[in-house]
């Protein structure tokens, strides 16, 4: 996977950018939100927003954690399921951190045939290595370990973020359609697609070719 188009190290930063602009809503929307809905508090939570913004935040731990480009979008990947299977964790402006930092650790370590300690991730995010410890720990339950991003998914998210970012189009301002946000409807419709139904498909398909 880390051969596909997201490889190409002149989109990291419109990347980058684009991933800080779409969480940064998300949080300031759930924030508003939470006034509204109660919002369970987590080990993500810090007690005051932290002074660092998301794109900065999001900008250090790509200068020092050097995994390969296809982490980060991995690293959407696990967030979008993080809060599909918990829905009453929304992303906001006092979480988005740690699960950043969280996010991005676990799929260096799935993907990456090297990658840094979880003492040298803390140190990059700011927090303790025991703190880091107990966040992987949460996040990895929080996704019921479902750690396997197939083919399929991967360029479904990559092609619709390069999508965005070659268009040059700020994220949707629909935040509704997305699991990353805890909208007011019981209903919520998820930006992914159901990988069970895609990959059926992908099978139908494949029958019809033969």
Do not use: W
């Not at 790509?62 to 992303?91: E, G, M």
């Not at 803390?122 to 107990?134: L, Q």
């Not at 268009?167 to 007011?184: A, H, I, K, V, Y």
């Amino acid at each position: 996977m880390a051969e596909l188009e997201i490889q190409n190290q002149n989109l990291m930063p419109k990347l980058i950018d684009y991933l800080s602009s779409l969480l940064q809503r998300v949080a300031e929307a759930n924030d508003i939100n939470g006034r509204f809905q109660p919002q369970k508090i987590s080990v993500f939570h810090g007690l005051t927003r932290p002074n660092i913004s998301i794109q900065s935040y999001l900008e250090r731990i790509f200068k020092y954690a050097n995994c390969s480009p296809c982490c980060f979008v991995v690293a959407y990947v696990y967030l979008d399921r993080f809060t599909q299977c918990q829905p009453s964790l929304p992303i906001n402006s006092f979480n988005i951190h740690r699960l950043l930092i969280t996010s991005v650790m676990i799929a260096a370590k799935f993907m990456d045939d090297m990658y840094y300690n979880n003492a040298y991730y803390a140190k990059v995010g700011g927090i303790s290595t025991t703190e880091m410890n107990f966040l992987e720990v949460d996040f990895l339950f929080g996704l019921g370990f479902h750690l396997n991003v197939t083919p399929t998914t991967f360029q479904t998210y990559c092609a619709y973020l390069q999508k965005e970012m070659l268009l040059l189009q700020p994220p949707p301002m629909n935040l509704e359609d997305s699991s990353l946000f805890m909208g007011r409807s019981p209903n919520l419709q998820y930006i992914c697609f159901n990988e069970d139904e895609s990959s059926s498909q992908q099978q139908q398909q494949q029958q019809l070719v033969v």
